[in-house]
């Protein structure tokens, strides 16, 4: 009877911890999940709760960084104050990235991507300089894990936005290529990132598509379409 009321004491003491344990799996869970289409909310949910974890580890860290990046899909840059909102999810994105103490092949492929979305706000004269970088942080992410496919995705998408009077475009096939087709052994309820599959077969079939290569881009939809039969876009896209 003591040990249960000591057990009630301290529940109602420390009710965070208790829930905090008790659904920390269901939210990586959850974070396995985000795509371009989750919504606001849900993000901020989950942004709540990695700030609420102590600030030192990796994994709150990483995907802290990365909700506030998909965040940033959620305010389209149409009007002053949503521009303002989508700058600020960048930013607390590298902010949150900043503090991991040991750079990875993955940190650097989101950094990337982050670093890439905020040439949409620089200086046209700074542009060069930056967008330089973006491309030299997906190459460093390559050569740290040259088995990450978010590491090709991130160079892919840096080509892929990169106009051909600038060099740009030239590898963005290659690099998906390589993004889909990596071996990859998924550990259930793992941590770590499995994100940038479905997102290199769209970008592939989309740049294929630009590219009038009609018949390779249905191919890779087709085989899409085999891989996630679940997943809406694939099914409802119109080439």
């Known amino acids: 009877m003591k040990k249960r009321l000591i057990f009630l ?53 990483y995907w802290n960084a990365y909700a506030h990046y998909m965040d940033y899909f959620n305010y389209k840059l149409t009007i002053a104050a949503e521009e303002k909102k989508a700058q600020q999810c960048l930013d607390q994105a590298s902010k949150s990235l900043s503090k991991i103490s040991k750079s990875n092949s993955e940190t650097l492929a989101l950094q990337s991507l982050i670093d890439g979305l905020k040439l949409n706000f620089t200086n046209i004269f700074l542009l060069p300089i930056k967008a330089g970088k973006v491309g030299k942080l997906a190459e460093r992410a390559i050569e740290l894990d040259p088995k990450n496919p ?63 290569q009609k018949s390779k881009a249905q191919h890779y939809l087709q085989e899409a379409k085999s891989k996630f039969p679940d997943n809406p876009t694939f099914l409802q896209y119109k080439l």
């Open 150 to 212: 978010r590491a090709y995705y991130a160079l892919a998408i840096y080509d892929f936005y990169t106009p051909k009077m600038y060099g740009g475009r030239k590898q963005v096939e290659s690099n998906l290529v390589k993004a889909i087709y990596i071996p990859t052994i998924i550990p259930e309820n793992t941590k770590d990132p499995q994100w940038g599959i479905t997102e290199s077969y769209l970008y592939l079939i989309r740049f294929l598509k630009e590219e009038n």
């Open 9 to 61: 004491f301290a529940t109602f003491l420390f009710p965070s911890i208790c829930w905090s344990q008790g659904n920390l799996d269901i939210m990586f869970q959850d974070v396995q999940k985000i795509t371009w289409k989750t919504h606001k909310d849900s993000l901020q949910k989950i942004i709540k709760y990695m700030n609420n974890h102590p600030s030192n580890d990796y994994y709150y860290l």
